[in-house]
């Protein structure tokens, strides 16, 4: 059984830059971050293809 850790603040972490350049990381990517109990390594996976936009409210739902 895993158990999940819900983080509910965004925060950023320092990735070395062998990890880094290995995995094609760029500044910014958001990454899904699970740890497995069981033999405690914790993962991270970059989110595919997940682009996070300020929404800004202009008082007009018809657009």
Not at 18 to 35: C, D, F, H, S
């Amino acid at each position: 059984m895993r158990e999940y850790v819900v983080v509910k603040k965004d925060f950023s972490i320092k990735v070395p830059a062998v990890i880094r350049n290995a995995l094609k990381l760029k500044p910014g990517t958001v990454m899904q971050i699970e740890y497995r109990a069981d033999d405690h390594v914790l993962v991270l996976r970059p989110v595919a293809k997940l682009r996070v936009r300020e929404v800004k409210n202009e008082g007009s739902l018809g657009r």
